[in-house]
């Protein structure tokens, strides 16, 4: 079973700039979280998406949407990019919404770079 | 809110000496416990999880168990090799859909 796959590895944006970043869950999973990684704040909670429902939201501005597709697939969108964004972006998906019953399954993230 | 404090890294082992990464919680219900794995330039993976009080998670010589009394979740392992580099995350998660609230991981070199 193919795991978690998140598109690109790398990016190089400019501040002002836009960004979307993909990722396909594995198959038969139908919850996508996002989270962000960086050294100073470690694994922060973007947001999950189950059945292409937004059922959870962190504390991270307007600038950070996401969305996911009738297949499962969810991208994450970040407008207006800032220095501060510069960060390795993780996709995990599961059966089931939440954490707590089943395990998150982690894609190898986007490392995306803000100059 | 909920939280996760793990010990301050990075930690540098011998092979084969004994590990533990602390880590201790507050939450507001009775969540359960996970330790993840991240190795260089890889997503993280699931090592262990304990449901509930007194439960002890335990993979690849790994062990955590749950500690409700002293709010604990610390992860040991006899004896490290090289291959066990890498970045741990103590997490957990309260009510059944609630996102997981990681700590902010303890890397960890061993050394031959």
Redesign the interface.
């Known amino acids: 079973k193919a795991g978690?796959t998140q598109t690109p590895r790398y990016l190089i944006k400019t501040r002002g700039q836009q960004v979307t970043l993909s990722c396909s869950p594995i198959s038969g999973h139908r919850s996508v979280?996002w989270?962000q990684q960086t050294p100073g704040?470690?694994?922060q909670?973007l947001f999950?998406y189950f059945s292409e429902t937004q059922?959870?939201k962190?504390n991270f501005p307007g600038r950070f949407s996401g969305r996911q597709f009738s297949n499962s697939r969810s991208e994450m969108n970040v407008s207006t990019l800032e220095l501060g964004d510069s960060a390795l972006y993780?996709c995990?998906s599961s059966p089931?919404?939440?954490?707590?019953?089943s395990?998150?399954?982690?894609?190898?993230?986007t490392r995306l770079t803000v100059t | 809110g909920n939280s996760v404090t793990q010990m301050e890294g990075p930690v540098t082992l011998s092979e084969e000496a004994f590990l533990t990464i602390n880590c201790t919680y507050t939450a507001t219900g009775y969540?359960?416990l996970?330790w993840?794995v991240q190795y260089p330039?890889?997503?993280?993976?699931?090592l262990l999880?304990a449901t509930k009080a007194d439960d002890k998670g335990s993979n690849k010589g790994f062990e955590a168990t749950y500690r409700k009394e002293t709010t604990s979740f610390h992860l040991e392992k006899g004896s490290v090799q090289v291959s066990d580099s890498a970045v741990y995350?103590c997490?957990l998660?309260?009510?059944?859909?609630?996102?997981?609230?990681?700590?902010?991981?303890t890397r960890l070199s061993v050394i031959a």
């Open positions: 978690v979280s989270y704040q470690g694994l909670f999950e059922r959870n962190g993780l995990a089931t919404s939440g954490g707590k019953n395990p998150l399954h982690f894609g190898n993230g | 969540p359960s996970f993840y330039g890889e997503g993280l993976q699931l999880k995350f997490a998660s309260d009510l059944g859909n609630t996102p997981l609230v990681f700590g902010k991981g």
